[in-house]
């Protein structure tokens, strides 16, 4: 994209009322705009690292065999009142009328939509388990939206739900979607600790949040240090065998990582004093079994082995998607802008015109630019040199590759890596090539 020409509305004051580092780089890096209280626009930038991050989460689901549907945003209050929910859920939930008076909503969660549709289809046993996921708009009207996309009111979740024919069949999903998930944040670039978290009236072990470590989280944490480098992926997995799955939920739960809610002070204790943890972390995942709490209001059940009924077993899987975007700026971030991680950034590189109408500048960024217009965001103002480098840096593009009169004559550029300040001089080719591997 040409920058000349390109919907980037950056501002160099901070807006006041952000209060957080990424809410307000969000708005000044032009990615979106409020259009009402917890609501937003996603300008071009921001919507490119939006489709990223759901790109990667939709790529792990597939991986270990969740199939993605679109159910509507629109539900009707009838499901609700099935399941019991509609009464109970509060004024988080947006009710609708429509012109016939019909009670409609908003979904804030689709647990009631995919147990009807699932419900209906399914008969036997043999077509268990099922995983079914979508990424799709929500709506909660929440008491205090904040922080920007972090606690809005109309956010962008996976959510998925998973059917199974018994508790054990429901803990091999579980342990799938949890390795889907420590995948997907590590092809985005940050470390989401799995942390025990509270099952409400549920009750069991299998309830998890997934949480960024930084101070302005609103969730509090205690965890084991250890797990500041422990590598949950470092042993295969093979998703169709019970025992791998059970190792590598082994080995995620042998260090102590819970939130306040599900803090233990015993359990604490065992942990060396030197590697206790405490600190503050954003929830931007949640998994947890619920067992038959839907398939049992709904009355959904399928034949088991034997013929007789059986109600399936089930859990939901939700990531929050548009969280995610101020989550990742909320951890990778320092004064002059936002560094996304290579997998996320809206562009790999911004190529730097240092002198628009230059001959051999020109010449050189154009033959740059067209090599992947689509990855490179041309700066091809004829603006100062410092004014760029302050936008390319707020943007938090990985790379920057700073075209200028004396190294154009040579052939040469000068790369600079974003997050590390690292600078190279390299030729075209040599830039090109390791800015597009990387
Ligand atoms: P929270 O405790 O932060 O209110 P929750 O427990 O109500 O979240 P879940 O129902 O578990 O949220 O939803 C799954 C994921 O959706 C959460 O882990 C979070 O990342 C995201 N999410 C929930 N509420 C919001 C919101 N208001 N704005 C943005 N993302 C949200
Ligand atoms: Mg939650």
């Known amino acids: 994209m040409r920058l000349s020409r390109s919907f980037l509305p950056t501002l160099k004051e901070t807006p006041s009322d952000a209060q957080i580092a990424s809410h307000r780089l969000m708005l000044r890096a032009g990615l979106v705009r409020q259009t009402a209280s917890g609501i937003y626009t996603w300008l071009p930038a921001g919507l490119k ?183 949950w992926l470092a042993d295969p997995v093979d998703v169709d065998k019970s025992e791998d799955l059970e190792k590598f939920f082994k080995n995620v739960s042998s260090y102590y990582a819970a939130t306040d809610e599900k803090h233990d002070e015993k359990a604490w204790e065992s942990v060396p004093a030197e590697r206790r943890r405490e600190g503050r972390g954003i929830e931007v995942a949640h998994i947890f079994y619920f067992g038959t709490k839907y398939t049992k209001s709904m009355d959904i059940t399928v034949a088991g082995p034997d013929g007789t009924p059986v109600h399936p077993e089930m859990g939901s899987y939700g990531i929050g998607v548009s969280r995610l975007v101020g989550a990742i700026i909320e951890a990778s971030h320092d004064d002059a802008g936002i560094i996304w991680p290579d997998n996320v950034a809206p562009f790999k590189a911004a190529i730097l015109n240092l002198k628009v109408g230059d001959e051999t500048c020109d010449t050189l960024c154009e033959a740059l630019y067209n090599k992947a217009p689509e990855q490179f965001l041309y700066d091809d103002r004829s603006d100062r040199a410092g004014a760029k480098f302050a936008d390319a840096d707020l943007m938090g593009h990985p790379w920057q590759i700073i075209v200028g009169p004396r190294g154009a004559k040579e052939g040469k550029v000068e790369l600079k890596r974003r997050a590390t300040g690292e600078r190279f001089e390299l030729t075209v080719d040599e830039a090109l090539a390791k800015v597009l591997s990387a």
């Open 49 to 231: 690292v939006l489709r990223n991050i759901a790109n990667i989460v939709r790529e792990e689901q597939d991986r270990v065999g969740a199939q993605e549907v679109l159910m509507a945003t629109i539900q009707s209050a009838e499901l609700w009142k099935r399941s019991g929910r509609y009464d109970a859920y509060g004024p988080e939930m947006l009710r609708i009328k429509d012109r016939h008076e019909r009670e409609l909503l908003y979904g804030p969660t689709n647990e009631e939509v995919i147990t009807d549709v699932v419900g209906q289809e399914l008969k036997s046993y043999k077509e268990l388990p099922q995983i079914l996921y979508q990424i799709q708009w929500k709506f909660r009207d929440e008491i205090r939206p904040r922080f920007g996309v972090m606690r809005g009111r109309e956010f962008y979740m996976k959510d998925g739900y998973g059917f199974d024919i018994d508790y054990k069949s429901a803990v091999d999903t579980y342990r799938k979607m949890m390795l889907s998930y420590l995948r997907t944040f590590q092809r985005l670039g940050v470390r989401a600790v799995p942390m025990v978290a509270d099952t409400g009236p549920i009750g069991g072990d299998l309830s998890h949040e997934f949480l960024i470590l930084a101070p302005t989280g609103e969730s509090g944490v205690f965890y084991d240090g250890a797990l500041d480098t422990l590598d």
